[in-house]
Nanobody
Framework: VQLQASGGGSVQAGGSLRLSCAAS????????MAWYRQAPGKEREFVAS????????AYADSVKDRFTISRDNAKNTVSLQMNGLKPEDTALYYC??????????WGQGTLVTVSS
């Protein structure tokens, strides 16, 4: 299984970025997918998730109403649209395939840096 994340970069506070994760080696449409992040010196934390086929989503309180997770089962991709970015959103962002709501597979991180 490979999860290839992309789209990270540097942006000023208030800006936007869109992360994408391309999946291979799994039946993507059957997997709940998620984004996590890890800021320097902190533990990895949940950001958002999306169910396999219903598109039902969940968000951490810290990103609710600013971030939107979506998926394209035809292209085996999951995306994270991030608007209204804040310096505290600075982190390595990871996509993950969830099994029983826990991460089973991880992608490599993509770095998001938000300057004030």
């Amino acid at each position: 299984v490979q999860l290839q994340a992309s789209g990270g970069g540097s942006v000023q506070a208030g800006g936007s970025l869109r992360l994408s994760c391309a999946a291979s080696g799994l039946t993507f449409s059957s997997w709940r997918m998620a984004w996590y992040r890890q800021a320097p010196g902190k533990e990895r934390e949940f950001v958002a998730s999306i169910r396999a086929s219903s598109n039902s989503t969940a968000y951490a309180d810290s990103v609710k109403d600013r971030f939107t997770i979506s998926r394209d089962n035809a292209k085996n991709t999951v995306s994270l649209q991030m608007n209204g970015l804040k310096p505290e959103d600075t982190a390595l962002y990871y996509c993950a395939g969830l099994y029983d709501r826990s991460p089973r597979y991880w992608g490599q991180g993509t770095l998001v840096t938000v300057s004030s």
